[in-house]
């Protein structure tokens, strides 16, 4: 009997070792948020293709503008010369999609994070209230769209960029909404497209 119940606790001990990081993972990949979690430096680099870029982009928009082509999972700041500044970022998942024109109404470093209700009720683990730091999931920046509770904001999940996750905020790597953050004074216009104009 004692050798069948060591033999059990070694089973048990060595599934609990090998299954829960992977379950841990899986309930994860969704991109909740997650308060508290401070990524590593080697998260921050990304795939090539939702790496900050110079791209040739036409648009009649003023150089300083910014587009958010939220189907492509990319932020562009509009540059003389037919250029934009292309970055990839993370957008809303499905219910959590919009669109409209708005202006950047207000700058913050390392923002403190207060959950919306309605948040709150889809999340109940979240915290009420998270002080701004490296954990905090609104990041290293954030730049508050009109009068709307939707940022531009920085991330301690730089590995949901280029997904929709979010409940309608657009994320950057902390590095990438640093850099958008230094180029774009409060009162910039931005304007969310579903789709790019044809």
């Not at 409940?167 to 909404?177: A, H, I, K, Q």
Request: with cysteine.
């Amino acid at each position: 009997m004692t050798l069948f119940r060591l033999c059990f606790t070694i089973a048990v001990s060595l599934f609990v070792l090998f299954a829960a990081p992977d379950a841990f993972a899986q309930a994860n990949r969704n991109g909740d948020d997650q308060p508290g979690l401070v990524a590593a430096p080697d998260d921050e680099q990304l795939d090539p293709k939702w790496q900050k870029t110079v791209v040739f982009f036409r648009s009649a928009e003023q150089p300083g503008t910014i587009i958010v082509h939220t189907n492509e999972r990319y932020l562009y700041v509009i540059q003389p010369g037919g250029r934009a500044l292309r970055y990839g970022i993370g957008v809303g998942r499905d219910g959590f999609t919009w669109q409209g024109l708005v202006k950047i109404t207000r700058k913050m470093e390392w923002p403190d994070w207060t959950p919306p209700d309605e948040m709150i009720q889809r999340q109940p683990y979240l915290p009420r209230w998270m002080a701004g730091g490296p954990g905090n999931p609104l990041g290293a920046r954030a730049m508050y769209l009109g009068s709307t509770v939707y940022r531009i904001h920085g991330t301690n999940q730089p590995q949901t960029i280029g997904t929709a996750v979010s409940s309608g905020c657009f994320r950057l790597t902390n590095p990438d909404v640093a850099d958008l953050y230094e180029r774009i004074p409060v009162g910039t216009k931005v304007i969310i497209r579903q789709r790019p104009e044809v």
